[in-house]
């Protein structure tokens, strides 16, 4: 399942680097959690919990539908 995390969040990723910032994997648990880190301008953005649920979860969801949630530390 990591694997196709991975891969979904570099399909992500020129996106948000497009705006100076990115998203590191820290972690995907067996249950389904998806542990990740915001850097750069997403990090500290005030839209970054947005960002994270409404591109990035739902991104993931639809391509590995064993995720149940995505947290950013």
Do not use: F, N
């Amino acid at each position: 399942m990591k694997e196709k995390v991975m891969a979904v969040l570099d399909k992500i990723r020129p996106a948000l680097q497009a705006d100076g910032g990115d998203v590191d994997l820290l972690e995907v648990t067996t249950d389904g959690i998806v542990k990740v880190r915001l850097k750069g301008t997403c990090g500290g953005c005030p839209m970054s919990q947005l960002t994270l649920k409404m591109s990035i979860e739902r991104m993931i969801k639809q391509e590995v539908p064993e995720v149940k949630e995505i947290i950013s530390e």
